[in-house]
Nanobody, 119 residues
Framework: QVQLVESGGGLVQAGGSLRLSCAAS????????MGWFRQAPGKEREFLVA????????QYADSVKGRFTISRDNAKNTVYLQMNRVKPEDTAVYYC????????????WGQGTQVTVSS
């Protein structure tokens, strides 16, 4: 059974930093591209970025470019999202996904972790 478990969400002040983690199990992690999405209340799910099994990174969404960084540790079956200089508009539920596409599809999804940025 595939499980993706996000952690690291919470409340942070604008301008601060947060690091999300996503621990994967039940799949051969090193074979999968991994990605991060987010969904704010009343909005569609937004693709943020993906990282290939080799470590190559897709283009970041304009909304997070220059502030967020994706990385992965294949030895730990974990993908990370470092969030710097966060803004109130970054408030959303953040999801990691295995086998993601920019269209919002994925082979597997995590349950999501809430990030709230206060102004």
């Amino acid at each position: 059974q595939v499980q993706l478990v996000e952690s690291g969400g919470g409340l942070v002040q604008a301008g601060g930093s947060l690091r999300l983690s996503c621990a994967a199990s039940g799949l051969t992690f090193s074979n999968y591209h991994m990605g991060w999405f987010r969904q704010a209340p009343g909005k569609e799910r937004e693709f943020l970025v993906a990282i290939r099994w080799s470590g190559g990174i897709t283009q970041y969404a304009d909304s997070v470019k220059g502030r967020f960084t994706i990385s992965r540790d294949n030895a730990k079956n974990t993908v990370y999202l470092q969030m710097n200089r966060v803004k109130p508009e970054d408030t959303a539920v953040y999801y990691c996904a295995a086998g993601p596409s920019r269209l919002g599809h994925a082979d597997y999804w995590g349950q999501g972790t809430q990030v709230t940025v206060s102004s």
